[in-house]
């Protein structure tokens, strides 16, 4: 199954309404991660498989008002980065230039005899 994301507005007046909403989040079924926005009295729900209107009746029933704002699939490209390949760089070879050593034969070639 595909994971989604519930978004719901939550009475939260105090810290015992807050721990109430996490708790009855939590042992929902599907439910992976719960985060709660007290400014903007909005639960976060990730999961898989959850269902949100069960999920809105506990919540109601607990703590008054509860209503869903938002469900929507997950993206899997926010979790799940490719990792990039390295740069390939060309392998080249440099072949120093060839040295020639020159030799100079001092012995000279002459057809002196020295015996005449």
Known sequence: MVQQKIVMRVQMNCEKHRTNALKIA???????KVS???EKEQMEVIGDGVDSTRLTMSLRKKLGFAAILSVEPVKANAEEKKPTDPPKISSYIHYP???YHVVHDDYDHQNNCAIM
């Open 26 to 32: 939590a042992v929902a079924k599907g439910v992976s």
């Open 36 to 38: 709660i926005e007290a």
């Open 97 to 99: 230039r060839p040295h």
